[in-house]
């Protein structure tokens, strides 16, 4: 029987890591002795829907967890995700139900912690709540780390503390996982680290000299490749405690890279296709919403070209009607709409459209029909060079089948990765993104998987798939073949990317 650990690294991205793999002497040499490459992630590659998906097993429509972290909406405090979709439902606890012992620390969005075959430690996401753990009497007996997913927004000037918190607290959350394993027995390890994840949102302009808003000076230019280095020295830490042979997965929930430099203006393509209409009405420029709208645009546009986003953040909060002016809701009324630019992806290449089937069915037009015009529009739009802006649209039922597949927008796509879906409407379909400055760093579809040493077993790579994360898992400590395995009797054909020599 095997023992495991797995180490999940939030945002950790392969064309990152790679290069700097002669730096990383840990996880290169698990990989020598195993496997170590890129993995597919979920759609959308979100924190929130591929963590859940890692945990089960289950993919985004058969969860139905979709929510998404937007690092600019600073008012929220509280951010409650319904855990009944994963709770008692995750690879930790099939394996705890299956007589394996489970130390499990920092799992995203897995909180309050539950009861499970061991420990289990957690924070909440987006507040700097109490971490928690069970069996209680754990807090007692050792003090708990910062756990969960705390979001700081660092200004310029307070970037260097924010690196060094980051840095700090993923020390503590390795410390304490450490000494859970010095202190019990286990069969199966799971620790989280969500940190490296903001690193690259705010660092990646510093890191990456393709970036447009590269600053010249070198500031903070190895902050990421350090961050790499203390997630390589936190591994041989936790591989010191659980011997050579233990076999190591690290893997991510989504890669990272540019956030995209320019908007596309999607609700402007509906409105120019007659399939979305405008508030505005008449003389555009005697119309206050779109003035405020426009002086919005205007005031972060400048502040942008003097390098001064911070103010531009600050500002953006006190214009009136802030949380609207961000909606797509804002110069347009969804509900009147044939098709609005949804706002699940967020200003990513990757996002959706919604098509009204009352709006259809009031217009006389087929539903089926408007969304195969609707996918043709996205496939034929180009840019002034002739190339392609998205990559691909289709219809949400050609990805998913799942119960939860009608929370999907009815149109899915994803652009070229230097698109971010925008959704202001009266201007020209590409826009420059002029807070790239402050969040320069944006999810990749792709992630990581690490593992080994593999010993006696072989990686099937056809099967590398988050969805199947959690059965190769149950298959590696229970050498139980987990076909057909069907933690909640709804998943099919989960399998292992393991299999015996
Ligand atoms: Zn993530």
């Known amino acids: 029987m095997s023992r495991i650990v797995v180490v999940g690294i939030d945002g950790l991205d392969w064309p990152v890591l790679e290069p700097l793999l002669d730096e990383l002497p840990v996880m290169r040499e698990i990989g020598r002795k195993g496997h170590a490459g890129e993995m597919p992630s979920v759609f959308p590659p979100d924190s929130i829907p591929s963590w859940v998906s890692i945990f089960t097993g289950y993919d985004p429509s058969e969860h ?91 200004e310029k000037g307070e970037l260097t503390a924010f690196a060094r918190k980051s ?91 540019m956030r995209p430099p320019s908007y596309f203006n999607l609700n402007q393509l509906l409105l120019e296709h007659g399939l979305l209409e405008s508030r505005i009405k008449g003389p555009k420029f005697l119309h206050p919403r779109y003035l405020v709208d426009r002086a919005k645009n205007f005031t972060l546009e400048t502040l942008h070209r003097l390098d001064m986003e911070d103010l531009a953040y600050r500002i953006a909060h006190i214009l009136p009607w802030t949380r609207k002016l961000k909606k797509g809701d804002f110069l347009t009324e969804p509900t009147e709409n044939l098709a609005t630019a949804s706002e699940f992806g967020g200003n990513n290449p990757f996002g959706g459209i919604a098509v009204s089937r009352k709006r259809c069915s009031s217009m006389g037009l087929e539903y089926e029909e408007l969304r195969d015009r609707i996918i043709a529009l996205l496939l034929g739009t180009s840019e002034k060079n002739g ?89 590696l400590l229970t050498e139980r073949t987990p076909d057909g395995h069907d933690p909640a009797g709804t998943v099919k054909n989960r399998c292992s990317f393991l299999v015996r020599d």
């Not at 994803?414 to 320069?440: A, F, Q």
Request: hydrophobic share 40%; aromatic share 10%; with cysteine.
């Open 64 to 154: 139905g967890v979709l929510d998404s972290i937007d690092y600019f909406k600073k008012g929220i405090k509280r951010f409650a995700v319904d855990t009944g979709a994963f709770r008692g439902k995750t690879f930790w606890d099939l394996a705890g139900e299956r007589g394996k012992k489970v130390i499990v620390v920092n799992p995203l969005l897995a909180y309050p912690p539950w009861d499970v075959n061991g420990v289990m430690a957690s924070g909440p996401v987006f507040i700097s709540g109490e971490a928690m753990a069970t069996p209680k009497s754990l807090a007692g007996e050792l003090e708990l780390p910062p756990l969960g997913g705390i979001v700081d927004f660092p």
């Open 167 to 257: 840095h700090e607290e993923t020390l503590r959350t390795v410390e304490f996982t450490v000494k859970l394993m010095e202190s019990r027995d286990w069969d199966l390890v799971f620790v989280s680290i969500l940190t490296l994840d903001r690193i690259f949102h705010f660092f990646w302009r510093y890191h990456d000299t393709g970036d447009p808003t590269h600053p010249r000076s070198g500031r903070h230019a190895g902050v990421i490749r350090e961050f790499h280095k203390l997630l390589d020295d936190c591994i041989g830490m936790l591989q010191r405690s659980a011997g050579d042979d233990t076999i190591f997965m690290i893997l991510s929930d989504h890669g990272h890279g």
């Open 387 to 475: 190339e392609p802006v998205f990559l691909w649209a289709k219809r949400r039922e050609e990805l998913f089948s799942g119960p939860h597949t009608d929370k999907f927008p009815d149109i899915l796509y994803e652009m070229r990765p230097e698109y971010g879906t925008n959704w202001s409407l009266h201007v020209p379909l590409v826009t420059r993104n002029p807070r790239h400055r402050k969040i320069s760093g944006g999810h990749r579809k792709d992630s990581v998987m690490i593992v080994g040493p593999l010993h006696h077993w072989r990686i099937d790579t056809r099967h590398l798939s988050p969805l199947n994360i959690a059965s190769t898992i149950v298959h």
